[in-house]
């Protein structure tokens, strides 16, 4: 017996071409900007990675953030070693869901305080 399965393939909607845009066009430009950062850097340790929509950035010893999307909710999740968790809407720039804080808000002081130097990440 011979059995066929076929892929339903469905279109993107106008917002989720947004979003992955959006998503992609941020996280690509945090990813240069860090790798820039780790360039003039001595930290040993240091690490960017972006594949699959997924960024990391390991700093021992004090952790690892991990930037990803998350299409389906149309967000960008973080897990920071200093913050824990949190979820970000674009809304102009990508705003936390609890706190309407910006997560280039967040990233420059966490990774300011970590560093031990003013860091500036893209919007």
Known sequence: ??????KQIRRLTTAEIQYHKQADRYLESLQQKLEDLGDSLDWPGYDVEFSSGVLTLKLPPQGTFVINK???????????????????DF????????????LKELLDRELSQILKQKIETPL
């Open 1 to 6: 017996m011979l059995r066929v399965f076929t």
């Open 70 to 88: 998350q299409p389906p909710n149309r967000q960008i999740w973080l897990s920071s070693p200093l913050s824990g968790p949190r979820r970000y």
């Open 91 to 102: 809304d102009q720039v990508w705003r936390g869901t609890r706190d309407g804080e910006p």
